[in-house]
């Protein structure tokens, strides 16, 4: 059987297991030639296999990023797909390879930051993702960290709370000051109490928190 045909759209099946089952059995296996094969299909006109495809792949990459990484330009192609589904999926792919790439989405960063701006909830999810992978790591940090605080200051509010927590990891002395100021600005757009009170929490850890200088 290909791995075209254990897709779950291959299989008459409308939910996710069998893209996962598949993903986590390439990946076990190593299987290069398989993920390859998914890679080719991103782009093929029927919408279900694309589908499967971007999401087996993405699959793959939260359990072993090397094994997608060398098709870093074939996700970036696809993150301003007209087809919203591609450009998350891809999105979330870029995501899970930061260790293995993040020189090469760092130099990407203004066409994937573009796509984020102009997509989905999830496509910006992911771009907060990428932008807290790169300040994480000091020969970046510099240039992403103000990137990665500009999103909190201009997303949808609602995402703020889980943006701030994601990013908490990479905060130090240096930019502890400039973060919380962020984040207390955005704390006055919030209306939904217990919005309210997740950010505070976080803002009340961060003030009370001992920080390395690390980037």
Avoid at 183 to 198: C, F, G, M, V
């Amino acid at each position: 059987m290909s791995v075209i045909e254990r897709l779950a759209c291959s299989l008459g099946r409308r939910d996710e297991v069998p893209n996962q089952e598949l993903a986590a059995d390439v990946a076990a296996k190593n299987d290069k030639d398989s993920v390859k094969e998914l890679v080719e299909n991103l782009t093929v006109k029927n919408k279900n296999i694309r589908h499967d495809c971007i999401k087996t792949v993405y699959e793959i990459g939260y359990l072993k990023p090397a094994l997608i990484a060398e098709y870093f330009a074939d996700f970036l192609a696809l993150i301003d797909d007209k087809d919203n589904r591609m450009q998350w999926g891809a999105m979330t792919a870029l995501s899970s390879i930061i260790s293995e790439k993040p020189k090469e989405i760092f130099s990407a960063l203004g066409k994937i930051i573009d796509a984020a701006d102009r997509g989905s909830v999830i496509t910006r999810d992911h771009c907060v993702r990428i932008l807290v992978g790169l300040s994480s790591n000091a020969q970046y940090a510099g240039k992403t960290f103000p990137l990665l605080n500009e999103q909190l200051l201009t997303c949808p509010i609602n995402q703020v709370p889980m943006y701030a927590e994601n990013a908490l990891p990479i905060i130090t002395t240096e930019n502890k000051e400039r973060f919380v100021k962020t984040l207390r600005l955005r704390l006055d757009e919030i209306e939904k109490d217990s919005a309210r009170k997740r950010l505070e929490k976080i803002i009340k850890k961060l003030l009370q928190l001992g920080l390395d200088s690390r980037n």
